[in-house]
Structure formats: C-alpha cells, structure tokens
C-alpha cells in the first residue's frame, strides 16, 4: 500500500521539478526583450486600459507584419485575476509582468505534462521519468517557456496536440494542429503536416474521418509523431548495457544542467533596459515631475510597459528625434547607449544619474572555477536634466 502511495506520488514530484525549473529561469531573468514585446504590450494593454483602443502601444509601434491579438487575449484572460489581485495590494507592475510570463510558462509545463502522461501510458515510467528531467535540466525550454513569443504561444497548442497523436484522438489533433498553424505559426504544416500525412499512410485515419474534422475546423491543418511501441528497459536492468545506459544519462543531465546554470547565469545580465528602467524609478523620488525618453537601445533590452510603474511620469519612446536636438532638452531624463558622441552633446544640460551594465561576451579560463567569466560594460545610461531650457 505504501509502495503504490510512493509512486504516485512521484508524477507529482516530477511536475513540481518542471514548475521549479521555469520558475528559476523566470525570476533569474525577469525582464523581456524587443521580440516579445508585441505579446506582452499587447497583453499589458489589454489587462490595463480594456476598451480604452486609443491606448494601445501597436498603435504607436505596430511592428513590421500584421500580428493576432488572440494570443494576448487568452493570456490576459488567464492572468487578469492574478493581476487583479497585486493591483489592489498596490504592487508595482513588474510583479504583473512576472504574472503573466507564469501564467504562459504553466501553459507550456500542462502541455508538456499532458504529452509526458501519454509518454508514461505508452513507453513506461522509466522513458516518462527521463524525458522530465532531461526537460527540466536543458536551457532553452525552461528559459523561453515563459517568454511571450508566437513560438511559445504555439508550443501551448502543439505539445497537446502530439499528445492527441499519440493517443489517435484524431479530432482533437486536427482541430489543435488547425489552431496552431492558423492562428500562431504556418511553417508548423511541416511538421504537423508530416504527422497527419503518416497517420494516412498507415491508415490509422481515414480521409472522410479526416476531411469531416479538417474543413470545420479551417483549411490549413497536418499533424501526427510516430507512435513506435518502447523497448522493455527491464530486460538490461542487470546488464553491462543497461549500466552503461545509467552512466550515460547521468552523464548527459549533468552536462544539461551545467549548461543551462551557464547560459541562464549569462542571460541575467542580459537586459539592461529593464534594470535600467527599475534603477530609474529608485534613484528619482516618485513625486518628481518626469518626462523620460527611452532609445531604441533601451526599448529592444527589457523595456516594456509593465515597467512604468509611476502612472504620473510620462515615458516616450519617440524614434524621430536625433541626440542633442532641442526637443531632447525637454526630457528630464533620457535613457540612452553611452554613446560618447552623443553624451557629449548633453555635458551642459545633464549629469550622469546611473550607469547600467551589460553582457559584452564570455571569456574562457580553464585554470580557474568556473572555467569561465562574464566580460560586462556599460550598455546604458541614465541621465537627469541639471536645469530647465531657457
């Protein structure tokens, strides 16, 4: 009885590794950058000025191709009462953005736990145990999981679409295949489309079956992974096989895990315009009348309107006024590269407030631990207007 209690409770351990594991990425790197950002000031928008269109950020910056609001739609949807809550305690905004890049991450982790049931019910719980940690040990699922990226907003749809494969629910595959290649990312035909094509071929699916789903659910749609029977583990289990196995996969997670600690440490330095935007808000008193002007440089590097936290300040992202020009002076303070031309053009009118540090690469120094460091410059500064034009 307690055996049966213990294993299952170990699907539940497994799931708490996979939120853990995002969660550390997320806090570790809680800024975003310049291709997340239609997302996620779609999102802000939608969660902060609601029917007030006139608004919305994409108005000012609608980006270079057209774009679907139903993604920030379901994650404002999602997150809204999270937000409403930390609204009310009088938090400031990050938290919210913190909010909703959880709320995506958790999207992604159910999709990853509904396809890793399917995995345990058709290979067992030793190929279901290791595809948990080999996905909780490696970078870049855990780190972009939470970033509000049409890939990752497609990956919500796709990991329970494979699932249905897997599980030749045929419906629910053309009808989330549908959804992902229409709405989020059209080159997922390729892949989705190889699946269903297979699925065809080895006449699993019927095309009347598949043609009664495929129109209604619209157009574009393809999808299917192969559905091969597991290898019985349990015959190597005291084998010189199985032994080497066990090395290799221990080998092969802690290599995943020391890559993903060095990329992520890496990454944290990663957004200086976000640390940028935060070192503003402590260094000038909120009751300061503030007009701030954010560079491009700034804008592209953590930026985003989660981090306007003073609702009384203005911040402007205007692209159309050159450095040093007279409507710079109107600005009390300018985030802006450290560009030393242009610095100068400000000697008179402005003081350095804060410098922000940035990555500038990796040096590798294999006679000390970690065989390796960060090189850091200055990616930003801030500066604050010494008096008003005349």
């Not at 019927?206 to 992974?225: I, K, T, Y």
């Not at 992520?264 to 976000?274: A, I, R």
């Not at 040093?324 to 009118?349: K, Q, R, S």
Request: proline share 5%; charged share 15%.
């Amino acid at each position: 009885m307690a055996g049966k209690r213990s294993s299952g409770r170990r699907p539940l351990l497994l799931l708490g590794l996979l939120v853990a594991a995002a969660a550390v990425h997320l806090i570790a790197c809680p800024y975003t950058k310049v291709e997340e950002s239609f997302t996620l000031q779609a999102t802000h928008d939608l969660l902060f000025h609601g029917l007030d269109l006139d608004q919305y950020d994409h108005h000012e910056f609608p980006g270079v191709v057209p774009r679907t609001f139903l993604g920030p739609l379901a994650l404002a949807s999602f997150s809204s009462p999270v937000v409403y809550v930390l609204s009310l305690l009088g938090v400031s905004k990050l938290y919210s953005q913190l909010a909703v890049r959880g709320i995506l991450g958790l999207g992604v982790i159910w999709g990853l736990w509904t396809l890793q049931k399917e995995v345990r019910r058709q290979f067992g719980a030793t190929v279901a145990t290791m595809f948990c940690w080999m996905t909780a040990t490696q970078f870049h699922l855990m780190f972009y999981c939470t970033r509000t990226l049409p890939n990752v907003l497609a990956l919500t749809v796709v990991l329970p679409a494979l699932a249905a494969w897997l599980q030749q629910r045929w419906a629910r595959f053309v009808w989330l295949s549908a959804l992902a290649i229409i709405v989020f990312r059209a080159e997922l035909s390729l892949l989705l489309g190889f699946l269903l094509l297979l699925a065809l071929y080895r006449r699993r699916l019927r095309v009347a079956m598949l043609l009664r789903q495929a129109v209604p659910a619209g157009l574009f749609w393809l999808g299917e992974s192969d559905s091969q029977g597991g290898a019985d583990l349990n015959n190597y289990k005291k084998s010189l096989l199985y032994k080497v196995g066990t090395l290799l996969v221990v080998g092969h997670l802690v290599m995943n895990a020391s890559y993903t600690a060095t990329s992520l440490y890496v990454s944290h330095f990663n957004y200086p315009g976000g640390v940028a935007m935060q070192r503003l808000h402590e260094l000038v008193p909120p009751k300061t009348d503030v007009l701030v002007h954010i560079d491009v440089a700034a804008a592209q590097t953590g930026v985003s309107r989660f981090l306007q936290v003073n609702s009384a300040w203005r911040y402007d992202k205007r692209e159309d006024v050159r450095p040093g020009a007279p409507d710079m002076l109107a600005y009390t303070h300018i985030l802006m590269e450290p560009v030393p031309e242009h610095l100068a053009l400000y000697d008179a009118t402005h003081r350095v407030l804060a410098q922000v540090p940035g990555t500038s690469g990796v040096s590798l120094n294999l006679t000390r631990l970690p065989p390796f460091s960060v090189n850091m410059q200055t990616k930003l500064v801030l500066l604050e207007r010494l008096h008003r034009p005349s």
